[in-house]
């Protein structure tokens, strides 16, 4: 009996070195969300600080437009305008004798606070579009930027994906050889 167990343990040595190797060699599998993570958590931190001015001028509005509009300039065409405007109420009161009346008064108050409104208003509306554009590059920016950490997210995960394939395939080729030479012993 002695004599076939030393045979057994001398046909079985390698087989048992290559498993003790193969069991070395098992591979590791790592999450390819872990690889992916440290990108996709950057997102949130990256973009606040793009957005945060508009974030903090939408929670009081009157207040920016205040800012906004602390900058106020005539247009060049308001003084013409008006002028014309009241040029045409003087000559519209002294055609129907109405001129220097109270309610020519009003009339040509009402003309130049109505111009003066179209004036700024217009001024504002130009103003807030230029605003307006600022947050729209700074929107396309910030989008840039979560779409290239979304692109290296996305390789660091298919790459751990793709090392866990390549280390399955070598540990299968590992146990195919055992097998192979298992069938020789």
Known sequence: MSLFKNITNFAMSPLTGALGMAKGLMPSWQNPSD????YLNQIPDQLKGYYEPYMQAG?????????????????????????????AGNNRGLANGMHGTPAHEQQQMEIASGLASQDYNNWLSNAMGVYGQGF??????????????????????????????HRQGQFGNILGGLGTLAAFL
């Open 136 to 165: 729209n590059a700074t929107n396309d920016l910030a989008q840039s930027l979560a779409n290239n950490l979304m692109s290296k997210a996305n390789l660091g995960y298919e790459g751990a994906a793709g090392r866990n394939q």
């Open 59 to 87: 929670q009081h509005p009157g207040q920016k437009i205040n800012e906004i509009g602390q900058d106020y300039q005539q247009s060049p065409g308001y003084q013409f305008a008006l002028q014309q405007a009241l040029q």
């Open 35 to 38: 690889s992916a993570m440290p």
